[in-house]
């Protein structure tokens, strides 16, 4: 069973380009979580999904951000005229339900680089 | 909003110590996960805790949900180099979102 996968590891962008960030969660789960680490930090909540819903995005920048998860196929993370200060790790999570007690399972994250 | 502490923020010891970490909260948790994360890779679950006052091993790590379910504490015995890395813990919101803290980062010198 493979874990929750991410692409790509390593992603540099130019200021103004777009970033498109992919995770595939662990077979089974239906929940994907996305967040932000910097550099020496911990980790910031920024979207919680479902298949074909946004469930939280409290922690959605309120502009050139924004996270789907279609019926199939991957999560996407999409950040527009990326910024410096988007630098970042970004780390996708997975679980499979909600009921009472679930763990979270990461993505080894993807590493953005604005230049 | 719910916020998580965590402390010591910074922890240097000698291989052989042993060492506490802890977890802060004012509100109440249903469940509480703690993670190790490496540099340049994603958060590894450790446990997860879920009932009021629990107490989980895990080989020389000894995890403790307090009775109340708002602060939890990870106790490592005889600390090894490879123990090193950043501890988070994490609050679940009753299945709402996962709170996190901002980490211990535990450096075990040989």
């Known amino acids: 069973n493979a874990g929750v996968m991410q692409n790509p590891r390593h992603l540099v962008r130019r200021r103004g380009q777009e970033a498109r960030l992919r995770c595939s969660p662990m077979k089974g789960h239906s929940h994907v979580y996305w967040y932000r680490q910097l550099p020496e930090e911990g980790l910031k909540f920024m979207v919680y999904l479902q298949k074909e819903n946004i469930i939280d995005e409290s922690g959605m920048p309120k502009e050139r951000f924004s996270a789907e998860f279609p019926k199939e196929g991957p999560s996407i993370l999409r950040i527009q005229q990326v910024v410096r200060g988007d630098s970042a790790a970004y780390f996708c999570?997975?679980?499979?339900?909600?009921?009472?007690?679930?763990?979270?399972?990461f993505g080894p994250g993807t590493r953005l680089t604005v230049l | 909003t719910q916020l998580l502490e965590q402390s010591p923020q910074f922890l240097s010891i000698q291989e052989g110590e042993n060492l506490t970490v802890y977890c802060n909260s004012s509100?109440?948790?249903?469940?509480l996960q703690w993670y190790r994360q490496e540099p340049g890779e994603g958060p590894v679950l450790l446990v997860t805790v879920v009932t009021g006052g629990e107490v989980k091993k895990l080989k020389r790590l000894t995890f403790q949900f307090g009775d109340a379910r708002k602060d939890s504490s990870l106790h490592i015995t005889a600390a090894q180099p490879g123990d090193t890395g950043l501890y988070l813990c994490a609050g679940d919101n009753y299945g709402q979102n996962f709170v996190f803290g901002p980490g211990t980062r535990l450096s075990v010198l040989p």
């Open positions: 999570a997975s679980s499979p339900d909600r009921q009472g007690g679930n763990e979270q399972f």
């Open positions: 509100s109440v948790f249903s469940s």
